[in-house]
Nanobody
Framework: QVQLVESGGGLVQAGGSLRLSCAASGSIFSINAMGWYRQAPGKQRDLVASITTGGSTNYADSVKGRFTISGDNAKNTVYLQMNSLKPEDTAVYYC???????????????WGQGTQVTVSS
């Protein structure tokens, strides 16, 4: 089994900052990428940012220059530093990891339970 546990969500005023963390644990042979998606009420789940274990990053246009993704490969952990938050950033943020288990040969996506981020105007 593989578990992803997120933390760091909450309520913040517009212009404020939050830092999300996500740690993967369990029967993990390797991880090749981790990242964050978000889903607002009535909308689809969209990619926010991703990072490979080699350090390559990708961001949604809406968060470029405001959000920074980073990772700690030794701890199987990914972080999302969110600055200059806007009300439209309000959503449930989901962590994911592309994991290869000891018992498997292919990488599979695993998801966290989600953490609520609410930005008030």
């Amino acid at each position: 089994q593989v578990q992803l546990v997120e933390s760091g969500g909450g309520l913040v005023q517009a212009g404020g900052s939050l830092r999300l963390s996500c740690a993967a644990s369990g029967s993990i042979f390797s991880i090749n990428a981790m990242g964050w998606y978000r889903q607002a009420p009535g909308k689809q789940r969209d990619l926010v940012a991703s990072i490979t274990t080699g350090g390559s990053t990708n961001y949604a246009d809406s968060v470029k220059g405001r959000f920074t993704i980073s990772g700690d490969n030794a701890k199987n952990t990914v972080y999302l530093q969110m600055n200059s938050l806007k009300p439209e950033d309000t959503a449930v943020y989901y962590c994911y990891a592309n994991v290869r288990r000891y018992s498997g040969r292919a990488y599979e996506s695993r998801w966290g339970q989600g953490t609520q981020v609410t930005v008030s105007s």
